[in-house]
């Protein structure tokens, strides 16, 4: 693992999920951490990982910022299947 990687954000969630555990919120951190680990399997880096979630996070802050997910979104998803 990087020297970098700083547990004590995640530390912080743990206790917070801990001390209510909610299970909804469980298993979005359990599906993040899956997700990011198939990313990055993938060859998502981690500044591309961190920026799909930022976005999500953004969109979830500012509704009127789906359009512009939209958009973009359909940039990766053709219309057409190709087989």
Known sequence: MAKNF???IMDALL???EKN???ESVSIVNDLILLSKK???LGFT???IASLCTMGFFVSQEPELQ???NF???KVQP???FN
Do not use: I
């Open 21 to 23: 555990p909610n299970p």
């Open 46 to 48: 981690m500044p591309e």
């Open 79 to 81: 219309d057409e299947v």
């Open 6 to 8: 700083d547990f004590t």
């Open 67 to 69: 359009s512009l997910l």
């Open 15 to 17: 206790l917070r999920l």
């Open 72 to 74: 973009m979104l359909s």
């Open 39 to 41: 990313a990055s399997d």
